[in-house]
């Protein structure tokens, strides 16, 4: 799981049109770095994601070149689009490996529900810039009702935006 958050935890994203590209952004660059994305949620502030990494054999080396060029790029963007040079957009990311089950199970739901945590839609499918509703596309009723099921509070996430 990744989480990432911008300078100040600015909303440099705010707006349709820059939390489509950030969206379709880390879209393309898991893509492009072979990751799995199997939920995700793109904010003014941060992002969220869980993945799958590309190697067989779980390795997940990867991940500081798909999220360096991801920040890289979106920078580079944002930064066009406002007219400035040199500003610094993003602050960190954090990463944790998930091996336990459970735990794996939760935070699937945390990330598809992040919208509803934030207080931005009360129903995640809502929300354009997040997986909840192509979850619940791709998914069967049984995977749905399991992963919603499991509960998150005691996740601990850098989610203080």
Not at 62 to 69: A, G, N, P, T, Y
Not at 78 to 94: A, I, Q, S
Request: proline share 2%.
């Amino acid at each position: 799981m990744v989480t990432a958050g911008t300078m100040g935890k600015e909303p440099l994203f705010a707006g349709s049109e820059r939390l489509r590209a950030l969206h379709l952004g880390l879209l393309k660059y898991a893509a492009r770095f072979g990751w799995q994305l199997e939920a995700w949620a793109v904010f003014p502030n941060h992002y969220h994601f869980v993945g799958r990494s590309p190697s067989a054999v779980d390795d997940a080396s990867s991940l500081v070149d798909f999220v360096r060029e991801f920040h890289s790029r979106s920078a580079r963007w944002l930064n066009g689009v406002d007219g400035v040079r040199g500003r610094k957009v993003w602050h960190n990311y954090w990463d944790s490996r998930i091996t336990h089950e459970g735990s794996y199970l939760a935070r699937l739901n945390y990330v598809h529900s992040n919208a509803v945590k934030h207080g931005l839609v009360v129903s995640a499918t809502e929300y354009p810039w997040c997986s909840a509703a192509w979850f619940e596309r791709t998914a069967t009723v049984a995977q749905v009702k399991t992963i919603y099921a499991m509960k998150t509070d005691r996740i601990k996430v850098l989610d203080e935006y």
